[in-house]
């Protein structure tokens, strides 16, 4: 596991009319401020990869499909620094994932249909300075292959 990385299983609470799932709240141990709200899709097979925030943390959480999710602590001088990590969400494994600043991540959508991932990140997107460093996913020192 990655130093401030915090996974948390998700469930839904079903009744006859639907379901319900609390993805996020104030009291999580990691939580820390809301910046903004965010929906982003992936369509099956397509990469979203690698960035990481200076600034900001993110709260990520499968809403719909299959997701692959990789993760790299580029932070030098954490104790897991260099370490990688994958995990896999889908509708019958939510989880929200924390990802501190400085921790490359990336995710792919897996399955036959197109993913949607939420994230609630700590800071509202910049659009005069976004606070986003990116890397090629398939061209670059992470040891993560995102073709398999």
């Known amino acids: 596991m990655i130093d401030g990385v915090h996974v948390k299983k998700l469930k839904f609470i079903k009744d006859?009319?639907?379901?319900?799932?609390?993805?996020?709240?104030k009291d999580d141990p990691f939580y820390s401020k809301f910046g903004q709200?965010?929906?982003?899709t992936v369509k099956p097979g397509v990469v979203k990869a690698w960035h990481h925030h200076k600034i900001q943390d993110d709260n990520i959480a499968l809403v719909r499909g299959k997701v692959r999710l990789g993760l790299y602590d580029a932070r030098e001088g954490s104790k897991t620094y260099g370490e990688v990590m994958e995990l896999f969400a889908d509708e019958e494994n939510p989880v929200l994932v924390h990802i501190p600043a400085g921790v490359y991540h990336g995710f792919k959508g897996i399955g036959d249909q197109e993913t949607m991932v939420m994230n609630v990140p700590t800071e509202p997107y910049n659009h005069e300075n976004p606070d986003e460093y990116r890397l090629d996913p398939f061209d670059n020192d992470i040891a993560f292959d995102w073709k398999k």
């Open 16 to 25: 006859e009319r639907g379901k319900l799932m609390e993805v996020i709240r």
């Open 37 to 40: 709200a965010y929906v982003t």
